[in-house]
C-alpha cells in the first residue's frame, strides 16, 4: 500500500456555498484515496512519506465536462457566427479531417498536454465520428494518466456528406468502441455520445439508449443552447412538450448517468425533469457568449437541486482553462442577476469553484474534493509572482491565481494519487 | 534621423470594421514615425536598417485608457460586491497606503512590468490622492520608455478619513503636478482626475476645469456605472438633466479633451453630447462584469459616432491583458444584441481591435494604427506555439492571439520607434 502524506495548505469546496480552507495542514492519502486531513501528525501518522508543500495551496484538480476534441484547431477562430453556421462552415470541416489518424495524433497530442498543463485532471469529450481515432484519443488519454470520458460522435442525419454516418455503422461502431474500452482502464471510459437531435434519426436514437443499458456506460448530448436549434427541435419533433422530453422519451435523459451541455433557454419543467432524473448540466459560459448563443440561469439550476458541472466547450468556448471558465460562469450569473431583477442571486466564487471541482468530478465518482474517501485529483498551487504589494489569506491567495493566476502557477498535478508529469 | 524597415506581416486597422493586412511587407519608420508600407522594398528605401520579423505578426501596441495604479495589490480579490461597497470596503483601504512611497514604489515596479510585458503601450492612469505618489508613478513610467496619462485623484468629499483631502489641498496639489510635469516628457504627462462627482464638491470641480484650461491638459472621470451611483447623482443634483450634464456645466466634458470611463447607463441624449463635445467612453467589460454593473450598449455610442477606447480598470477588471478586454467587449456585445432583440449588432474582433489600438490610441495623438504619419507603437507576436493542426490566414493568426495567446507571444514591444526592454 502506498501511503503518502501531503503538507501545505489545503482548499476544497465539500459542499456549494463555502470553502474547506486547512491552513497549514496534513492531508493523508493510501492508495490515491484521501484518509483524513489534520492540522497536526500524530504517532500513529509515521508510516507515510511525507511530501512538502508548506507555504503552497494544495486544491482539487478540475473537472472539465463538455469539450470536443477535434476542434481544437479552431479555438479562438470563427468566433463571428452562431451555432448552426458556426457548426457548418468551421466544426464540421474540421471535424472530417479526423479519419486521418496522424492528423489525430499530432492534435490530440497537444490538446492532452495543453489539459494537464491547465490543471484539468478529468474530462468529458466529444470525439469525432471516426471509431479508429476516438480509440487512439483514449489511448493517448490513458497515456497520459489523465481521467476522461470519450465519447464517439453519433449523427445519420443533417450533418455534412463527409460526416455523415449510415444508421448501421453509427451503431456498429459504437458497440465496438465499448466492447474494447468499456473495461480497458479505470481512469478513461467510454460514453455514448449522440450530437443532438437534430443529427440523430429515432432509430439511432433508440439503439443508443439500448447500448448505454447494455454496457452499463453514460451518455452526453446537447440541449437548449440556441433559439434557432430550439426551433428546430419544434419542427422535428411537434408533438413533443420539450427538448427534455424527446430525449427523456427515447431513455436517454438520466436513465444511465448522464450529461448535458448548455442548458441555457430550459423550461421550468426541463430544469425539474433533470433534477429529478438526475441528470447533469455542463455549464460552458464562453461558449454561450462567444456563439451569441444566451446565458444560462444557473441559479435557477442549482435553486432546484440539479448537478452542474463547468464545461469549457472547445471550441465554442476559446479557453481550456477551468480558472476562466469559473470567472465566465461568475459573470455570466451577475448579467442573470440584474436582468432577473436581482431574483437570481449571483454566483460567489466558492460556488462556481464547487462547479469545477465536486460538482462536475462527482460525475466520474468520488473526486473533486479532499474528503474521507475521495480520490486524491489535486494541484498544487505557488501564488508567488501573482502577489503584489500586501499579504493575502488562503482564500485570497486562491481568488489571485483564479482570477489572474495561469499554468506557471501550478507546480504539480496529482489524479488518484499519482504525480503526473507532462505527457510527451 | 534613425531609419528603420520592419519586415514581417503587418495588421492594424485603419478604420473601425476591417483589418488593413500586408503580408510579408515592409514598414519605413524615420524618427519614430511611419513613412510607408510597402510589399518590395525600392532603391530609394537602401538607407533603412532591416529588422527582420518575417513570419511574425507586427501590430499597434495597445492602448488601455482607464485603469488605477494603486488598486493593482487588490486585482482578481472582493469581486463579490458592487461598485460603492466595494470601495469602501476593498478600494479606499488599499489606495490609503500609497502616502507610503516604499509600498508605492513595490506596488507600481509592478504594475509597469506587466503593463509591459501584455503590451499595453499607452495608459490613461487614474493615480491616488497623493502628491509625491504620483509624482513617483510618472518618474516610473518615463524611465521606463511606455507612455502614460497619469492623474492625481481629487476628492474632497465621501471618501474614507485616510484619504479625504481639503479643496484647498487637492487644488494645491494638482496644480503643483502639473506645474511639474506637463512639459517635463514627451510620453508621459499629467490630467486632471476629479474620481466622479460624489467624491468632489463644486468648488473643486470649478477649480479643477480652470487649471484644465489654464495648463491645456485633459481630463479623465467616471460616468454612468452602476445604477446606485446614477440615483446618488440624481439625490446631489436633483435640477441637473442628467450625471453628463453636470459634468458639462462644470466644463469637464469635453472642453479639453476628455475620457469618461464606463458609460453603461447613458441615456441617448448623454450618448449625443459626447459625440458633439468629442468625449472618449472607456469601455471597460470586465470591470462591468466583475462589480454587476450592467453592459455598455456600445453600438449605440459607435452609431452616434463617440470616440471609444477600451479599459482593464484595474481593478474593478481582474486582467491587464487587453486581448482579455476585447474578448470581454465582444462577449457584452452579443450579449447586447440578444437582448436588444438583435438591433444592436454584435463587435466583430476588428472593432473591437480597434478600439483597443486606434481607438483609444488617438487619445495620445497619432497612436494605435501604421497609417503614415503615426508614432510607431508596435508588437511583434509570434503564435507557432498556439498553432495546432491546419495552416491559418495572417488574420486567423491574429484571433488565435487575442483569444487564447498570453504575454509569451509577445516577443518584441515598440514606443515611438524605440525598443522597449522589460523595466528592471
Known sequence: MVKRVFHGDIVFTSHMGGFDIYEDSYILVEDGIVVKITKNLEESDKGYELVDYRGKLIIPGFSDIHLHAPQYPNRGLGMDKELIPW??????????????????????????????????????????????????????????????????????????????????????????????????????????TPRFLPTCTDKLLHELAGLAVDYNVPIQSHLNENTSEVNWIKELYPDS???????????????????????VYNKDEEIELMAKNGVYAAHCPHSNFNLSSGMMPVRKFIEKGVNIGLGSDISGGHTLRIPDVIIGAIHQSKMNWLLSNKELKPLSTAEAFYMATKGGGSFFGKVGSFEEGYEFDALVIDVEDLMVGKTLTIEEKLQKYLYIGSKDNIIQRYVKGLKIEEPS
Not at 470541416?93 to 492532452?112: C, G, H, N, Q, T
Not at 412538450?241 to 442548458?263: E, P, R, W
Open 87 to 192: 457548426l457548418n462552415t468551421y466544426t464540421f470541416p474540421e471535424e472530417a479531417k479526423f479519419s486521418d489518424l496522424e492528423y489525430s495524433r499530432d492534435v490530440y497530442k497537444k490538446l492532452i498536454r495543453d489539459l494537464w498543463r491547465e490543471g484539468t485532471t478529468r474530462s468529458v469529450v466529444f470525439s469525432s465520428v471516426h471509431l479508429n481515432s476516438t480509440k487512439l484519443l483514449m489511448d493517448m488519454f490513458i497515456e497520459s494518466g489523465l481521467g476522461a470520458y470519450v465519447g464517439k460522435v453519433n449523427m445519420d442525419r443533417n450533418s455534412s456528406d463527409k460526416l455523415n454516418e449510415s444508421t448501421e455503422k453509427s451503431i456498429r461502431d459504437t458497440e465496438a468502441l465499448l466492447q474494447e474500452y468499456v473495461n480497458k482502464s479505470y481512469l478513461v471510459k467510454p460514453i455514448i
Open 241 to 263: 412538450t420539450s427538448y427534455s422530453g424527446v430525449y427523456n422519451d427515447f431513455g436517454l435523459f438520466g436513465q444511465k448517468k448522464t450529461i448535458m451541455a448548455h442548458c
